[in-house]
């Protein structure tokens, strides 16, 4: 890795690997991502969905996180306006879609290095996961 140089600030905060984890490290965030891309309607997913499924995450953190990933361009916020209360739905976006063989390849990572093989995706990617009913 890298060379014998000093990191600055800046440098770091440049760094690739830190825009990462600034992004998704918040608490959440990835398990956001990962019921957004378990969704199985094309519109996303609705907030309540969204809740029913990660009910242990408080209202007001999961809209912290998904206004978060809004800002950034992982997620849209689409509103359905034609119904009456309108419909909210959360999508991914190409960049939010991009993250999924990373989620893959953290799961892997994951099962190797002590996850719960009983548990959960038994090494066959989040599209099969069993504990999280993928």
Known sequence: MGSNSVRTRESAENCPVFLVTKILGKRWAILILQE???????????????????????????????????????????????????????????????????????QEWGIQHGGNKTMGCLGHGIASCSECTY
């Open 36 to 106: 957004l891309l378990a969704s199985k309607n094309p519109k996303g997913a609705q907030f309540g969905e969204l809740y029913r499924k990660i009910s242990w995450v408080s209202p007001k953190i999961l809209t912290q996180r998904l206004r978060e990933l809004e800002k950034e361009g992982i997620v849209e916020r689409i509103v359905d306006a034609s119904i009456i209360p309108a419909h909210v739905h959360y999508e991914l976006t190409e960049k939010g879609l991009d993250f999924a063989p990373i989620l893959d390849r953290m």
